[in-house]
């Protein structure tokens, strides 16, 4: 945890905040903080700063923060994710989060399982779980917003165009010729897909749409490595 992360409800004051479970399980056992140390916090949706331990005990940390400093500045992309196995999209938000993504579009595909989209890890508890954990990587207090798109015609033909205007658009595709730009142009639309690979069927309508099919090379990749990749080649913001 490289950042507490402070919610609304923590705070008594606009500089006290008290808050228990997780977090101050981690003050205590694995920071092995005290009172008086200071802790790098910030606020969800606001400001990052300090904060000092005025009081710690077994279920219960009391600081006084001093929040001024503005969060990073997001990655001008947009994910657009094959919907996963429930243990890699875990790892793939959270990893996607703490590269500075702020919209993440979880989209079935033809591969892609449809016991999938009944698995505990898309309750919305689960999901904010795995970008909390992007964002006290990070250092960053901005939650990304999560879409749902379990029509892939529809969303490709009726909102990707849209979503695409001023905006240049790659999936990952292991047919295309090798391309080699080691940056993409921004902002940028990056979708992956699933591992066993888009259809042809799935091809023609991302390129319709005006997306660009790029090689990440001969090997064949799993997910969360080819989102890896892929948003890597993402220039960071000044």
Same mark, same amino acid.
């Given at each position: !945890?490289?950042?507490? /992360?402070?919610?609304? &409800?923590?705070?008594?004051?606009?500089?006290?905040?008290?808050?228990?479970?997780?977090?101050?399980?981690?003050?205590?056992?694995?920071?092995?903080?005290?009172?008086?140390?200071?802790?790098?916090?910030?606020?969800?949706?606001?400001?990052?700063?300090?904060?000092?331990?005025?009081?710690?005990?077994? &279920?219960?940390?009391?600081?006084?923060?001093?929040?001024?400093?503005?969060?990073?500045?997001?990655?001008?992309?947009?994910?657009?994710?094959?919907?996963?196995?429930?243990?890699? /999209?875990?790892?793939?938000?959270?990893?996607?989060?703490?590269?500075?993504?702020?919209?993440?579009? /979880?989209?079935?595909?033809?591969?892609?399982?449809?016991?999938? =989209?009944?698995?505990?890890?898309?309750?919305?508890?689960?999901?904010?779980?795995? /970008?909390?954990?992007?964002?006290?990587? %990070?250092?960053?207090?901005?939650?990304?917003?999560?879409?749902?798109?379990?029509?892939?015609?529809?969303?490709?033909?009726?909102?990707?165009?849209? =979503?695409?205007?001023?905006?240049?658009?790659?999936?990952?595709? *292991?047919?295309?010729?090798? &391309?080699?730009?080691?940056?993409?142009?921004?902002?940028?639309?990056?979708?992956?897909?699933?591992?066993?690979?888009?259809?042809?069927?799935?091809?023609?309508?991302?390129?319709?749409?005006? !997306?660009? *099919?790029?090689?990440?090379? *001969?090997?064949?990749?799993?997910?969360?490595?080819?989102?890896? %990749?892929?948003?890597?080649?993402?220039?960071?913001?000044?």
């Amino acid at each position: !945890m490289n950042l507490l /992360l402070l919610d609304d &409800d923590d705070f008594a004051t606009a500089t006290r905040v008290s808050f228990g479970g997780r977090r101050a399980h981690h003050v205590r056992r694995i920071l092995r903080a005290a009172p008086g140390d200071t802790l790098s916090v910030g606020r969800i949706g606001g400001e990052i700063g300090t904060g000092t331990i005025l009081s710690l005990d077994t &279920d219960r940390c009391i600081l006084e923060v001093r929040l001024d400093t503005p969060a990073p500045t997001p990655l001008p992309a947009t994910l657009v994710l094959a919907l996963p196995r429930p243990p890699v /999209l875990g790892r793939v938000l959270a990893a996607t989060t703490s590269f500075g993504v702020k919209r993440i579009v /979880l989209l079935h595909t033809r591969r892609v399982e449809k016991t999938y =989209w009944q698995a505990r890890a898309l309750e919305p508890a689960a999901l904010e779980e795995k /970008l909390r954990l992007g964002l006290e990587q %990070a250092r960053d207090t901005l939650l990304p917003e999560i879409v749902i798109r379990r029509r892939f015609r529809a969303f490709v033909e009726d909102e990707l165009p849209h =979503w695409l205007e001023g905006k240049h658009g790659v999936f990952a595709h *292991p047919a295309a010729s090798p &391309d080699p730009i080691a940056g993409l142009e921004t902002p940028a639309v990056v979708l992956v897909g699933p591992e066993g690979g888009l259809l042809d069927t799935e091809v023609d309508p991302l390129c319709q749409a005006g !997306m660009r *099919p790029i090689s990440l090379g *001969p090997r064949a990749l799993r997910v969360e490595t080819a989102v890896a %990749a892929l948003l890597g080649r993402v220039p960071s913001p000044g």
